[in-house]
């Protein structure tokens, strides 16, 4: 063993610092450059952009755009989409003033379950306005950014302080069957936003408007390894430091961004990648690359089970990889509150979920999942995206029209690829090769995240 070895050289540890540095930075900032890097995409004011959700965006900011539809396997833009909504969108860049918020009124549309789910820049649902919270003939309520005053003539309004200026609005309406969808779209129509009287409409933040290299999903080919981390790293930490400026994060955090300006990364509109010394670029392209391998780690269902269940969404604090995570797997999700969410990939006998394969899953009649507004199953293919098949059906919920019952009021969803012997009623249809679940619970009762989903069973042939 040599006793006195070589001591690492100021450019080695300057290196090794930043690999540090940039790993960290990549787990903390994925999901602001996410939130970025959606917002650049579709506000992009030269063309209409198809989110994936049977909608368009355009390029104004406070504008709300509703899908008319709910999404099909059509849609190919954003993974894992809820078959049974209709969703409303906005960006609202809250620098300029505050805004009014109108929601509707749940007298007005009785039975129906919808949410205005606020996120700000980190992808942080700081709030959930609907029925459970909001005046019955409905209320409108004001906006206000980090600081921002409120004018005399809306005190009387209802505030809600966002965390950051950038906010996103992610509306979501319950729908059914077409003969369903104009009064679902009706209660669209009532959602208003607007900019505070007298205060300018907001534009875009500057971060997002001189986003660096092109608005498309480079993360993602990154996490796919078809585009070396050397490529996309100059740009992730180009794009995070002038994010940082306008976003800056909680207090908790600032000892973490502190210790990011170690390697160079501060927030700032001006932070240029070539100015960097070169030691330190290639730690932060090492950090980056580890990042990447860290978040598509914990985005793998490591032990194989019949179900696995989020534990928590929407509301991270400083529980920084599982915010990347959930970034990586499905943006934009949920606080528990609102909702939970349980993945199937495999069977009872913890086999992958095969179509080549006819299964049952059986909901008892008094052990029906635990949802106070609505729950669903709906069936993914491979790619994540929805299957299309014969019928025309994605998902299997407490709301579908013809389901049959058996004898003791249990409820027996079938799955697989050719039409069930006994008929389509109950009949969710697989493709033939690999294919997921995932359970929604709207409004979840005490105790949903224990409740154990029963497994799906194989059926012999």
Known sequence: MDMNPTPPSLPEVRRALARSIGLAAFVYGYPLIETYRTCR??????????????LDMRGDFDTLHHSQRPSTHEDRDVVTPANDLL???????????????????????????????????????FENLGPRNCAPEGETVVLVGPGGQVPEHLAGHRLVHCPSNLVWLIGRTVVGDAPDWP????????????????????GRPAAVANWVGPPVDAMAAAFENQEPAAEVAPRFFTNLCHALA??????????????????????????????????????????????????????????????????????????????????????????????????AHHDAGLQPL?????????????????ADAFWSVTLYDADRFLYGN??????????????????DGSLQIDLGHARPAQGAANWLPTPHGRFYLILRMYHPQAGAHQWPVPPLQPVAA
């Open 41 to 54: 995409l579709q506000t992009d004011a030269g063309a209409a952009r198809a989110t994936g959700l049977g």
């Open 87 to 125: 969703y409303s969108l906005a960006w609202i860049h809250l620098a300029d003033g505050p805004r009014l918020l109108t929601v509707p009124s749940s007298a007005a549309h009785p039975g129906r379950y919808f949410v205005l789910a606020l996120y700000d820049a980190y992808t942080e649902n």
């Open 354 to 370: 095969d179509g080549s394969q006819r299964y049952v899953l059986r909901f008892d009649a008094a052990d029906m999942p635990p």
């Open 390 to 407: 014969e019928i025309g059906r994605h998902s299997i919920g407490d709301r579908t029209p013809g389901l049959l019952r058996e004898a």
């Open 183 to 202: 009064a679902a779209r009706a209660l669209q129509a009532d959602i208003r936003l607007e900019p505070a009287p007298g205060t300018p409409k907001g």
């Open 246 to 343: 306008e976003a800056p994060g909680r207090k908790e955090d600032q000892g973490l961004l502190a210790w990011f300006g170690q390697a160079g990364l501060v927030a700032s509109a001006h932070m240029a990648w070539e100015q960097l010394e070169e030691p330190v670029r290639e730690g932060l392209t090492e950090g980056f690359a580890d990042g990447v391998r860290t978040v598509a780690a914990m985005g793998r269902n490591r032990r194989p089970r019949p179900w696995t269940m989020t534990p928590s969404t929407g509301r991270y604090g400083s529980e920084y990889l599982g915010r990347a995570r959930t970034a990586y797997l499905g943006l934009g999700a949920l606080a528990t509150s609102e909702a939970i969410y349980a993945a």
